[in-house]
């Protein structure tokens, strides 16, 4: 992975992968908690839909997430995330961890990648 030039961005997962790849400031919130906990959609001043939406519009090279969704997660943030996924990106790892795994998605033509 760290190969390629791009970044990473995660949606759901911890922050500690951003030490070990290429981490370029995507948003002014790297805590994925910002954007897939409903609890925090109020929490910081953004509106993380609108937020998630940018952030997918400069085609990160890689996305973490978790599945399936987790209890309290934010719906409306995480189905426009998985839209992008299913029509621009490819899982590349796979992780059980506990009842989810964390999966990492890749960008289908890296070269197209802006950051």
Known sequence: MNSQKGCLF???GSPIFYD???FCYLTTRPF???FHELIEQDATG?????EITRILAGNPLYIMSREPALAGE???VRRIL???LDTDYHLVFKAPQ???SLTL???NTPAAAIH
């Open 32 to 34: 994925p908690g910002h």
């Open 20 to 22: 070990f790849y290429n």
């Open 82 to 84: 998985y839209q992008k």
């Open 98 to 100: 506990g009842d989810t």
């Open 74 to 76: 934010n719906t409306d």
């Open 46 to 50: 953004m509106q993380p839909a609108k």
């Open 105 to 107: 998605y890749q960008l």
């Open 10 to 12: 995660i949606y759901s």
